[in-house]
């Protein structure tokens, strides 16, 4: 381990272990954070730090974990399954979840999750710490991990440490609802860079830093402990090269041919999302519903595909949203549906890489109905694998991509009839028009990609530590 000098923390690691029939497999699972980091260093210098995705039997078999994953540069956190249900289904996604995604009444709090929330930070600080070196930077990724960085800065001041929030930072009249808010902040305020997705989200962070802390704010940074603290916005973007070059494929292309034949005389609308109340599927399907209301003109002519990913399906809400979901998809089915036609076909399953871009091929319209949504990748990844540019992105204004991706249609989920009418000018809209939404959605998101976004934050975090050590120098 000794060479290892970045560290990216994550609660969970870029792969999953499973067991089977008591064999260890890895199966890894390279995200956009990872494709990221190995274009801006040799992957040699990066240590990862988080949860391998399984519970241990006993003490050699997570001896045996930590042997399997140390050639990968990876290195383990291991929790119980009481820590899993109080840390990560508890605090994590019972409370932080819910109060980012601007959606107080799916709260719910257990006396032991805060607890366990802190407990299992201090774990992640203690396996980060236990490397010989001092590493070059520390870099702390999501809300699982808020007080990481102030723990990680109380063993050692001179640690270069940043933190990027993937989800949204709501307004600090709803932050300030958060029992432990004052303990959040002052989490984060251990880092020397906090991002954030959107100027919006930074703003209202440090609105919050504002209120609690009673510090003086500017518009991208704070003082406080007398460390200054540099909060700015960072749009995370997709690896474009990898979704254009599977695009090309001719298997990924055969895959779209043959999904398109079941659909000879009908446009095909997609949704991509993991199973979650934030994603606005059921706004989705009640705008879909209108649209069908007040276009009787589109029966027969389009379908809506919904594949949705098996998600946090040991949280009650989102088994009860999954239940509302079928209930919605069967009733619109039956008003509209007949022997030649289903209106809207859903799937609660994963798909093969290939075959998720033979999707984003084939279809004529993506929808994207987030209530709250940091970014949203799928948005543009559906315009990166849409290489004809002849596929129309209607997009959520409460997804941070809606800032980026301008010339998508840009909707209020909320509004059923806006949605609905969105949906019938995307089926209307003449080639030239999509051709040159899409190409201008396009130049964004291949100059503004995962690559950008890491040397980005990574060299502005170097930056940072310069300015913070000019002024004790002063
Ligand atoms: C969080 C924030 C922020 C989906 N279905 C399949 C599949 N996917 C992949 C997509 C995409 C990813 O999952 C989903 O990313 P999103 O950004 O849309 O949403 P979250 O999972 O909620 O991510 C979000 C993100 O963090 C990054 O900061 O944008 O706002 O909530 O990459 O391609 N992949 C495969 N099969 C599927 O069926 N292979």
Redesign the pocket.
């Known amino acids: 381990m000794k060479n290892k000098k970045k560290i990216i923390i994550s609660n969970r690691l870029p792969i999953q272990i499973e067991r089977k029939k008591d064999k260890l497999i890895i199966k890894p699972s390279t995200?956009?954070?990872a494709t990221g980091l190995n274009s801006a260093f040799d992957s040699s210098e990066i240590l990862w730090v988080g949860w391998p995705g399984i519970v241990p039997k006993d003490d050699a078999e997570e001896e045996k974990i930590t042997e399997l994953l140390k050639p990968m540069n990876l290195l383990p956190v291991f929790l119980s399954k009481e820590e899993i249900r109080n840390f990560y289904e508890g605090y994590s996604n019972e409370v932080l979840w819910p109060i980012c995604?601007y959606q107080p009444s799916y709260i719910h709090f257990d006396r032991e999750y805060w607890s366990t929330y802190v407990a299992v930070n201090k774990k992640f600080c203690e396996t980060a710490l236990s490397i010989p070196q001092s590493p070059d930077f520390i870099w702390v990724q999501?809300y699982q991990l808020m007080l990481l960085p102030q723990l990680l800065r109380q063993e050692n001041k001179e640690l270069n440490i940043g933190y990027?929030h993937?989800?949204?930072f709501p307004s600090e009249e709803l932050f300030m609802n958060i029992p432990q808010r004052k303990e959040l902040i002052e989490g984060l305020l251990g880092a020397d860079l906090v991002g954030f997705?959107t100027f919006a989200d930074s703003q209202n962070f440090l609105n919050s830093c504002k209120k609690i802390l009673n510090v003086p704010c500017g518009h991208n940074q704070l003082k406080h402990k007398d460390r200054h603290i540099f909060i700015e916005s960072f749009p995370?973007g997709?690896d474009y090269d990898k979704f254009v070059h599977a695009s090309s494929l001719p298997e990924v292309n055969a895959i779209a041919t043959q999904f398109r034949s079941h659909f000879p005389d009908q446009k095909i609308i997609i949704s991509?999302?993991?199973l979650?109340y934030?994603?606005g599927i059921l706004e989705r399907l009640r705008a879909f519903l209108t649209f069908l209301e007040k276009y009787p003109e589109s029966h027969s002519k389009v379908v809506l595909y919904m594949?949705i990913?098996p998600?946090r399906d040991k949280v009650s809400q989102y088994k009860k949203l999954k239940d509302e979901i079928n209930r919605k998809v069967s009733e619109i089915n039956s008003i509209y549906g007949n022997l030649s036609w289903t209106p809207v076909l859903y799937f609660y399953?994963?798909?093969?890489?290939e075959?998720?871009i033979g999707l984003y091929l084939a279809s004529d319209i993506c929808m994207?109905t987030?209530t709250r949504?940091?970014?949203?990748?799928?948005?543009?990844?559906y315009i990166a694998s849409n290489t004809r540019s002849n596929g129309v992105l209607i997009l959520s204004e409460f997804?941070?991509?809606s800032k980026e991706l301008v010339d998508a249609l840009i909707v209020n989920p909320y509004n059923r009839t806006e949605t609905a009418d969105c949906i019938y000018q995307a089926l209307i809209m003449s080639p030239e028009e999509i051709h040159e939404r899409s190409e201008a959605n396009r130049q964004i998101i291949q100059k503004f990609n995962v690559q950008h976004w890491v040397r980005l934050f990574i060299s502005r975090l170097a930056e940072t530590k310069a300015i913070q050590r000019d002024e004790w120098a002063r």
């Open positions: 995200g956009g954070l995604h999501d990027f993937h989800i949204p997705h995370m997709i991509v999302d993991r979650d934030s994603k594949l990913v998600s399953k994963s798909l093969p890489f075959e998720l994207v987030s949504d940091g970014m949203n990748l799928v948005s543009k990844e997804a941070g991509a």
